[in-house]
């Protein structure tokens, strides 16, 4: 099978949030944002660190996809329950429109323009109503590109049908938090936490993502 190239262009992220003008609070939502962008900011390196360009739209480059799949996750877990996200990711070269604001322009933003307008097609669908996650690596084999979005699509359709505990419980795990902490911030026993764990297939996605953060 082929693999992705050790030594290829950065990868850019472009996300927004999902059905965002029926927020009546949009002070509370922009706060909400800004805190989730900080913390993937403090938990995955990145070349560019993600900034809110327009509305509810945000973006960032990372070194590698593994990162970037990291930095989204970290978000998205970060901004449930109250607000969904959808994530666009597109490899390429990039380059620097304005240093002080964090924008970007290039291959690797037209990819993950794409590759964004292909989530939000796809999330109309009944079959693939759960995509919020899509990859254009124009650099990349196809069927690796393909075996990528299959992983992603697999993940987004387990993460969103967990149920909002189960989804809490999810990226407490991805975050570092021990079931046990978890418990008790949620008020279970830990045995209802590992149960969930295992039934609900938290735990199969913990490893996927895992995974997938160590794609070059």
């Known amino acids: 099978m082929a693999k992705l190239k050790h030594n290829a262009s950065p990868v850019a992220l472009i996300g927004d949030v999902v059905r965002s003008r029926t927020r009546a609070d949009r002070q509370a939502l922009h706060d909400e944002l800004s805190d989730a962008l900080a913390e993937a900011n403090r938990t ?7 900034v809110i360009t327009v509305g509810d739209e945000f973006q960032g480059v990372y070194a590698t996809l593994g990162q970037a799949l990291h930095a989204s996750f970290v978000v998205r877990a970060a901004l449930h329950p109250r607000t969904d996200v959808r994530f666009g990711l597109g490899r390429g070269a990039v380059t620097t429109l304005d240093p002080e604001r964090g924008i970007h322009d290039g291959p690797a933003y037209w990819a993950a323009r794409d590759a964004i307008t292909t ?49 809490e419980i999810f990226g407490g795990l991805m975050s570092g ?40």
């Open 44 to 50: 995955v390196e990145s070349e560019d660190s993600l």
């Open 177 to 216: 938090h021990t079931q046990h902490e978890l418990a008790q911030r949620l008020g279970l026993s830990a045995s209802a936490v590992s149960q969930r764990v295992r039934r609900d297939g938290i735990g199969v996605a913990l490893e996927a993502t895992q995974r997938l953060w160590g794609l070059p």
């Open 119 to 167: 989530a939000e097609e796809r999330a109309r669908k009944a079959q693939t109503r759960t995509s919020r996650t899509a990859y254009v690596g124009l650099e990349d084999e196809p069927a690796t590109v393909a075996a990528v979005q299959s992983a992603l699509d697999c993940l987004d359709f387990m993460v969103g049908s967990m149920s909002s505990t189960s989804r």
